[in-house]
Structure formats: structure tokens, C-alpha cells
């Protein structure tokens, strides 16, 4: 058989599996399971599985996934969103569809402390949705604008699915959380574009009237625990005081801090905070080890060396290639999530673009091409069929027919594809701020 006919069984395999709704990380880990045996042996494979887990999870560097997690469920949990949401609402009172732009700023600032964009989702839904459907949004624009401002929750640093492409890629995390800085700004100043466009050129999704409000003292202290936080834990990273590792950990604690001054946070939400942390961390995990038993499988087929060296043979653009790869993202959001999508696939696209001339050097292109990476997967974070933000905020919304939440997020994906075009062309908006960290 040859390596091309085996990587697509292996393929199939885990896409056959993941059919019959067997979860993903367990798909991965039997497709390659399967790659593995069929290719060297039952010995090898049983004395490579002796020590896979304890080689992936002895990196001291994975700490820094549960920690930002943790700090996402103190913020989750401490009554922190609801702050926010009424800040932001304060700032966009006197512009049309302003409570939809509110939800987008909150989502941004929430995303601040988060690093989960189903997180940001949820938990900005169950404070701005009643309050949409109470001064007249229609469900399907404030659904539509919960589900694409919880993409913010991975665009804005921390990123979860970020620091995930730094340890695979080997790369700076605060590198990579600087470059994200811009795009994620970008991308929230371009959803609030699309609802200001969206609300005059489709009438009757937002009220014509909105009731202005003041800035107050009030307003103004509500969100000065996120600013302090985001300051601590981003300040002291880039102001060499202590490494990206060392900032989760202190960004969690003063999250937990700043969520017990809020005085909603009991017993109760804290116990939960860790189970919610244990549980989804021991997803991420086994989803590491279900990619890492895949990737080794599909390395012994030589298919991803032979995919570079073809690659590099083609008379085609750089840039071209990254579009075909943004574009096979799309593709494939529509069956996996962003994290699966992500350990699965960088081993084999990484080792490609590095391999290709981009008249940069080797860390910018890594650093680009992460960021390129993170702005597709929140793409296909809305896009349908799947689209896991756009069916977690409609589950909360129980009212509104997932189709009118698929059409909500229509002018979003339209920014997000404007977005992504312009982050391909112009490579130096990531990286300017990279040349400011050490």
C-alpha cells in the first residue's frame, strides 16, 4: 500500500469513527492507533504508548493551560461580565444597534481574561441576551453578535488555542499574545462596523432609539478590576517581571481576587471553578494525546515530508499557499473544533510554511502564520453546519430557530473574511508588535 493510501485509511478511519459520534481526542487516538500498528508492529507500538503521555505531559510550559482557564472561570463566576456589559453598554448608548456593539466590547474585554471563546460565549450571553430582547433586537441579530463576539475570547490574548500552536511550534508565547494584540482589535472594531451597517441597511433588527446613558463613577469601577488584571498579568510578562508560565498563574489569583471583592463568589462557585477547570483541561489533554498518536502515525507514512517537498516544488506563491491552508481550515471546522483542528493539523502545515520563502525571518513567518491560524479557527467558530459558538449561544436562546442565529452571524463572517484577506496581505500589522518585546 502505498504512504498516500495509508494516510487517507488513517484519515477515514478517524473521520468514520468521529461519524458515529465517538469524541474526537478517542478518534484521533484509534485512527492512529491503527496507522501505527498496520505500519510497524504491535512491540514498537506498545513501548512508543509506555512512554508517550509522560513525554508530552512533562513540559512545564502546559501549566499554563489550566491557569488561564482557571482565571476565565474566577471571571466567569465572580459576576465580573456583568460589569463589563454595562460599561460597554454606557460607551455605545448613543450609536444605533449600540447595546449589540456593547456586547462585542464586553466580549472583547472579557476575552482579556478569558482565553476560551466558548467561555466568552456563555457567559456574555446570559448577561446581554435578556437585556437585547428587552429594548426590541431581533433574536436573530443578538444572537448573531453573542456568537461573533464570543470569538474575541481567543482573538484577544490570553488565547488558549494560542499558547497550544506556541508549544507545538516552539515559539515565544509572549511573541505570539503581542502579534495577536492588533488582529484582535481589528476584529472587534470590525464586528461593531458590521452591526452599524447592518442595523441601517436591514431595518427592524434593533430599536431606532436607544436611551443614552452617562459615564459614572460607578460604571467606571465596575471594570477596574479587568484593567487591573490585564495590567498585572500582561504588564508584568512584557515587563520582564515573570515569564507567560508565571503570568497565568498570577493572573488567576488576582482574577480571584478581583472576583471575591465583587462578593459573588461563594463556596460554591469556587468548588466549581476548579471542577470546570479540571474538566476542561483533562479534555485538552486527551485531545494532545488522541493528536500527538495521529501526527506520529502519519509522520511514519512520510506524507507530511512529501506534502513540503511538493509544496516547495509548485510555481505558486507563498501567500497562496497560506490561503489554500486558511482555506482548508474553513473546510474543516465544519466537523471538528478549534483545538482538535489545531494539534491535528500544525505538525503536518507547519514544517510547510517554514519550509517556503516569505522574505521574512523564520520567527516572524512562525508568528504570522500562528496568528493566520487563530483568525481562521474563530471563522470556523461561526460558520455552518457546526459553528460550536453559534449552537452554544442558541441553546441559551431557546427561543430562536438556529437558522436565524446562522443568519445573524452572516455579516460577521463577511468582516471576518476582510479581516483575514487583510492580515494575508499585510503581514507587518501582526508582527508590529513584536518588535517591541524582548
Given at each position: 500500500m502505498s504512504s498516500l493510501s495509508l494516510a487517507g485509511m488513517i484519515f477515514a478511519t478517524m473521520l468514520g469513527l468521529m461519524a458515529i459520534r465517538v469524541p474526537i481526542a478517542i478518534a484521533m487516538f484509534f485512527a492512529g492507533c491503527f496507522g501505527y500498528i498496520f505500519q510497524v508492529g504491535w512491540p514498537p507500538f506498545f513501548n512508543n504508548l509506555n512512554g508517550a503521555a509522560f513525554a508530552r505531559f512533562a513540559s512545564y510550559d502546559l501549566s499554563v493551560i489550566p491557569l488561564f482557564i482557571l482565571m476565565g472561570n474566577f471571571a466567569t463566576q465572580g459576576g465580573i461580565s456583568k460589569a463589563l456589559f454595562q460599561f460597554a453598554s454606557v460607551v455605545t448608548s448613543r450609536f444605533k444597534g449600540g447595546l449589540a456593539m456593547a456586547a462585542v466590547l464586553a466580549s472583547a474585554g472579557f476575552g482579556a481574561i478569558c482565553g476560551s471563546s466558548v467561555a466568552t460565549a456563555a457567559t456574555i450571553t446570559s448577561v446581554a441576551l435578556p437585556e437585547m430582547k428587552r429594548h426590541g433586537y431581533s433574536g436573530r441579530l443578538a444572537t448573531g453578535t453573542l456568537a461573533a463576539g464570543g470569538t474575541l475570547g481567543i482573538l484577544i490574548p490570553p488565547s488558549v488555542p494560542l499558547v497550544?500552536?506556541?508549544?507545538?511550534?516552539?515559539?515565544?508565547?509572549?511573541?505570539?499574545?503581542?502579534?495577536?494584540?492588533?488582529?484582535?482589535?481589528?476584529?472587534?472594531?470590525?464586528?461593531?462596523?458590521a452591526i452599524a451597517v447592518y442595523v441601517r441597511l436591514v431595518p427592524g433588527h434593533a430599536p431606532e432609539h436607544e436611551d443614552q446613558a452617562r459615564l459614572t463613577m460607578e460604571a467606571f469601577l465596575g471594570v477596574a478590576p479587568i484593567a487591573i488584571v490585564f495590567l498585572i498579568v500582561f504588564g508584568g510578562i512584557y515587563g520582564g517581571l515573570f515569564t507567560p508560565t508565571e503570568g497565568a498563574g498570577v493572573g488567576a489569583a488576582a482574577t480571584f481576587v478581583a472576583a471575591l471583592l465583587k462578593r459573588e463568589l461563594t463556596l460554591a462557585k469556587i468548588r466549581q471553578c476548579f471542577y470546570s477547570t479540571a474538566a476542561a483541561s483533562a479534555m485538552i489533554f486527551l485531545i494532545f494525546i488522541g493528536a500527538d498518536m495521529m501526527n506520529t502515525s502519519l509522520a511514519l507514512t512520510q506524507v507530511?515530508?512529501?506534502?513540503?517537498?511538493?509544496?516547495?516544488?509548485l510555481d505558486v506563491s507563498p501567500v497562496m499557499v497560506v490561503a489554500g491552508i486558511m482555506l482548508f481550515y474553513v473546510v474543516l471546522g465544519a466537523v471538528m473544533d478549534e483545538l482538535s483542528m489545531i494539534l491535528l493539523t500544525i505538525p503536518i502545515f507547519f514544517p510547510v510554511i517554514m519550509g517556503l520563502d516569505f522574505g521574512m525571518p523564520a520567527e516572524s513567518v512562525a508568528i504570522w502564520f500562528g496568528i493566520m491560524v487563530l483568525m481562521t479557527v474563530g471563522f470556523g467558530l461561526l460558520a455552518p453546519p457546526v459553528g460550536l459558538n453559534v449552537y452554544v449561544v442558541n441553546g441559551l436562546a431557546k427561543d430562536v430557530p438556529i437558522g436565524e442565529s446562522y443568519k445573524g452571524v452572516m455579516p460577521f463572517l463577511i468582516s471576518d473574511?476582510?479581516?483575514?484577506?487583510?492580515?494575508?496581505?499585510?503581514?507587518?500589522i501582526s508582527l508590529w508588535l513584536v518588535q517591541f518585546v524582548g
Amino acid at each position: 500500500m502505498s504512504s498516500l493510501s495509508l494516510a487517507g485509511m488513517i484519515f477515514a478511519t478517524m473521520l468514520g469513527l468521529m461519524a458515529i459520534r465517538v469524541p474526537i481526542a478517542i478518534a484521533m487516538f484509534f485512527a492512529g492507533c491503527f496507522g501505527y500498528i498496520f505500519q510497524v508492529g504491535w512491540p514498537p507500538f506498545f513501548n512508543n504508548l509506555n512512554g508517550a503521555a509522560f513525554a508530552r505531559f512533562a513540559s512545564y510550559d502546559l501549566s499554563v493551560i489550566p491557569l488561564f482557564i482557571l482565571m476565565g472561570n474566577f471571571a466567569t463566576q465572580g459576576g465580573i461580565s456583568k460589569a463589563l456589559f454595562q460599561f460597554a453598554s454606557v460607551v455605545t448608548s448613543r450609536f444605533k444597534g449600540g447595546l449589540a456593539m456593547a456586547a462585542v466590547l464586553a466580549s472583547a474585554g472579557f476575552g482579556a481574561i478569558c482565553g476560551s471563546s466558548v467561555a466568552t460565549a456563555a457567559t456574555i450571553t446570559s448577561v446581554a441576551l435578556p437585556e437585547m430582547k428587552r429594548h426590541g433586537y431581533s433574536g436573530r441579530l443578538a444572537t448573531g453578535t453573542l456568537a461573533a463576539g464570543g470569538t474575541l475570547g481567543i482573538l484577544i490574548p490570553p488565547s488558549v488555542p494560542l499558547v497550544i500552536y506556541a508549544i507545538l511550534t516552539e515559539q515565544n508565547i509572549a511573541k505570539l499574545f503581542a502579534a495577536a494584540m492588533v488582529p484582535g482589535v481589528i476584529a472587534m472594531l470590525g464586528y461593531m462596523i458590521a452591526i452599524a451597517v447592518y442595523v441601517r441597511l436591514v431595518p427592524g433588527h434593533a430599536p431606532e432609539h436607544e436611551d443614552q446613558a452617562r459615564l459614572t463613577m460607578e460604571a467606571f469601577l465596575g471594570v477596574a478590576p479587568i484593567a487591573i488584571v490585564f495590567l498585572i498579568v500582561f504588564g508584568g510578562i512584557y515587563g520582564g517581571l515573570f515569564t507567560p508560565t508565571e503570568g497565568a498563574g498570577v493572573g488567576a489569583a488576582a482574577t480571584f481576587v478581583a472576583a471575591l471583592l465583587k462578593r459573588e463568589l461563594t463556596l460554591a462557585k469556587i468548588r466549581q471553578c476548579f471542577y470546570s477547570t479540571a474538566a476542561a483541561s483533562a479534555m485538552i489533554f486527551l485531545i494532545f494525546i488522541g493528536a500527538d498518536m495521529m501526527n506520529t502515525s502519519l509522520a511514519l507514512t512520510q506524507v507530511p515530508a512529501q506534502l513540503a517537498e511538493v509544496v516547495q516544488g509548485l510555481d505558486v506563491s507563498p501567500v497562496m499557499v497560506v490561503a489554500g491552508i486558511m482555506l482548508f481550515y474553513v473546510v474543516l471546522g465544519a466537523v471538528m473544533d478549534e483545538l482538535s483542528m489545531i494539534l491535528l493539523t500544525i505538525p503536518i502545515f507547519f514544517p510547510v510554511i517554514m519550509g517556503l520563502d516569505f522574505g521574512m525571518p523564520a520567527e516572524s513567518v512562525a508568528i504570522w502564520f500562528g496568528i493566520m491560524v487563530l483568525m481562521t479557527v474563530g471563522f470556523g467558530l461561526l460558520a455552518p453546519p457546526v459553528g460550536l459558538n453559534v449552537y452554544v449561544v442558541n441553546g441559551l436562546a431557546k427561543d430562536v430557530p438556529i437558522g436565524e442565529s446562522y443568519k445573524g452571524v452572516m455579516p460577521f463572517l463577511i468582516s471576518d473574511v476582510f479581516r483575514t484577506v487583510l492580515l494575508l496581505s499585510f503581514p507587518g500589522i501582526s508582527l508590529w508588535l513584536v518588535q517591541f518585546v524582548g
